[in-house]
């Protein structure tokens, strides 16, 4: 079955230490993305990326890092740079950019203790 | 981001219908995107309106106006399992057409 798989679901990071979400896709689709999802709030965007070896910056780059080697994969990485990590992370991809529906992963839920 | 706006929370009767209102100050998009979220899950996508006008998918209905920056998603025949969070989300091209979601407004459906 075709989708888009987030892992892990829960995460836990010591402060001050880097951590890397995983997202794999098998829909064929080109276009990705990381969004950050804080208690009460909307989706607020990390990265995108429209194909492979090419990303772009969303609103709340700050402190995040990401690659774009493979089609299926777009991993971020969290760097002890980000002052406020914890939050609940979604990956999603999309055929093409801004006009058809996106998918998304399951979430990584990610707290700092 | 872009400027979407949504109402916070909203509550309604189980079996009524009810209209969540979303504002937003872009032109250059393709469509406007309805997303449902349940609490500590993914949303999925509801509804997708490119041209203005009404668009009608059971008992969930989007519509948009480009000309006054407007949008609504109207339930009808509401269920306890519609409680959840609705997300409006535009792609603009000053963006390079990435999904920018509004807050999104928290739906209660009461007995």
């Known amino acids: 079955d075709g989708g888009i798989t987030q892992s892990p679901k829960y995460l836990f990071r010591k402060e001050g230490q880097n951590v890397t979400l995983s997202c794999e896709q098998n829909l064929n689709h080109d276009a990705m993305y990381w969004y950050r999802q804080d208690p009460g709030q909307g989706l607020r965007l990390i990265y995108y990326s429209q194909i492979v070896n090419d990303f772009q910056k969303g609103d709340i780059a700050e402190g995040y890092s990401v690659s774009r080697e493979k089609k299926e994969s777009f991993p971020l990485t969290v760097t002890s740079a980000q002052k406020n990590p914890t939050a609940f992370y979604l990956c999603a991809s999309s055929l093409g950019p801004g006009d058809t529906e996106a998918f998304f992963g399951q979430g990584t839920r990610l707290t700092v203790v | 981001g872009q400027n979407i706006d949504q109402p916070t929370e909203m509550t309604a009767t189980e079996g009524a219908i009810v209209q969540i209102n979303c504002t937003y100050q872009t032109s250059g998009f393709n469509g406007l995107f309805w997303y449902q979220q349940h609490a500590g899950e993914a949303p999925t996508f509801l509804s997708y309106?490119?041209?203005?006008g009404l668009e009608e998918k059971g008992r969930f209905s989007s519509f948009l106006s480009r000309s006054k920056g407007y949008s609504y998603l109207l339930l009808k025949e509401l269920q306890m399992k519609d409680s959840a969070s609705y997300l409006c989300?535009?792609?603009?091209?000053?963006?390079?057409?990435?999904?920018?979601f509004g807050k999104g407004t928290s739906l209660l459906v009461t007995p």
């Open positions: 989300a535009v792609a603009p091209r000053e963006s390079g057409y990435a999904l920018n």
């Open positions: 309106n490119v041209l203005d």
